[in-house]
């Protein structure tokens, strides 16, 4: 047993995940996770233990190396950091769940649509969707949540696109997917699962007949019809991007709309320097790391890191909020910054397990964040920062309503 593990288990580790108490913050409590080290233990909430990584280099070090860490949830000791994931574990992956070379068989089936030239061919789209989202909430008027009337629609239209998905039915999947993501039981989670299942069920066999839009569409026709991928298999890889392309990409637009008012200095930055926009992008990527539990794995043989050795079977969480605050890596990495330049953070993690939708993300923070700020040029909020509710550690960072307002101050 080395030193680090006997001074952990003299006394209880201290839990993971936790609450934000601010919206643009880590917990207080991570403070426990932050020192000397690489892995620290953590208490999850059934009272099992795992690792936490928290350094900077060691968690791109993991996150590159497929051979120590599995992604498969079916494996005995992987973590299970909130009890909405207990009812999903057994049910089918999809490619964010397996590990190589079956992960990598399926992302290269969706990287067309995702890839850069695709997403710079959508950017008169998403543009044309902001002005009009901006525009409905002008006419409207203030105070109004910016989450249904601005975040939440224009990921939500641009992924549907994206996918083949109607946009008519933005309302069932946009709510089932809240049911997924925010679950109160582990029921709650398999019934959105189950409802989201039937749908792209019935809209594959659609599309397989008689042909469909959107990377669905060219899946079920190119793929399934011709024996390549199970239908279960687009079933649960467009279930992940349905839910992730619109969910957290709406929780980065309103959680950078509250940290740039909170910080008015370098919103005024951004404001007056156009080239600003895609090193604010980053910063707020980094600074936010909505996306904590991504990163959990289980050790899939014994291995060392940082000193510290973690054997086959421990349940580790590369914890992307703890690597991206790593002074090792950011100088005085608590700051925001904008014109920190820094584009090497793990926000949308590491290695083959990378994000696939990242630079559709960045276009549209890009698109959408500039537009909000310039055409509502005294946009702020209609309620206290500290009064806002925030989500619960074990899901994507960010707050389900976010009133706000502009003109003249009642």
């Not at 643009?24 to 690792?51: C, K, M």
């Amino acid at each position: 047993m080395s030193e680090i593990t006997a001074t952990h288990t003299a006394r209880e580790a201290p839990s993971f995940p936790q609450d934000r108490t601010c919206p643009y913050q880590p917990p207080a409590g991570y403070s426990e996770f932050r020192g000397e080290g690489a892995a620290h233990r953590a208490t999850l909430y059934d009272g099992t233990e795992a690792w936490v990584i928290s350094a900077y280099e060691a968690a791109r070090e993991l996150l590159s190396d497929a051979g120590r860490l599995s992604a498969d949830r079916q494996n005995p000791g992987y973590p299970i950091v909130s009890e909405r994931m207990e009812g999903i574990k057994y049910q089918p992956p999809s490619f964010v769940g397996m590990d190589p070379p079956e992960h990598n068989r399926h992302r290269r089936m969706m990287l067309a649509e995702f890839s850069v030239k695709n997403v710079r061919a959508m950017r008169p789209t998403i543009e044309s969707l902001v002005d009009q989202y901006i525009g409905e909430m002008l006419e409207q008027g203030g105070p109004l949540d910016l989450v249904p009337a601005f975040s939440l629609p224009v990921p939500s239209r641009v992924i549907c696109e994206i996918l083949g998905v109607p946009y008519a039915d933005h309302q069932f999947f946009q709510e089932s997917s809240q049911n997924l993501v925010q679950a109160d039981s582990p029921e709650q989670a398999l019934q959105a699962v189950g409802e989201l299942s039937v749908y792209l069920d019935d809209m594959i066999s659609d599309y397989m007949a008689n042909s469909g839009p959107g990377m669905i569409g060219r899946l079920a026709t190119d793929k399934v019809a011709g024996g390549e991928l199970y239908k279960h298999e687009l079933i649960m890889d467009a279930l992940m991007l349905l839910i992730a392309g619109h969910e957290t990409t709406a929780s980065m637009i309103t959680l950078s709309v509250i940290t740039m008012l909170a910080h008015p200095d370098q919103l005024d930055l951004l404001r007056k320097d156009d080239a600003l926009v895609g090193p604010a992008v980053e910063e707020l990527l980094r600074y936010l790391s909505i996306a904590d539990i991504a990163g959990t794995r289980v050790a899939a043989k014994d291995f060392e890191i940082g000193g510290q050795l973690i054997r086959a079977g421990e349940g580790v969480v590369v914890a992307n909020s703890l690597a991206n605050r790593d002074p090792r890596a950011f100088t005085d990495p608590d700051r925001f910054d904008i014109r920190r330049g820094n584009r090497h953070h793990v926000a949308f993690g590491f290695g083959v397990h990378q994000c696939l939708g990242q630079n559709l993300a960045r276009a549209e923070l890009e698109i959408a964040l500039p537009a909000l700020f310039s055409r509502l040029p005294d946009l702020r909020l209609a309620v206290d920062l500290d009064q806002l509710k925030l989500r619960d550690g074990g899901t994507v960072q960010g707050v389900n309503e976010l009133q706000i307002t502009w003109g003249a101050q009642s």
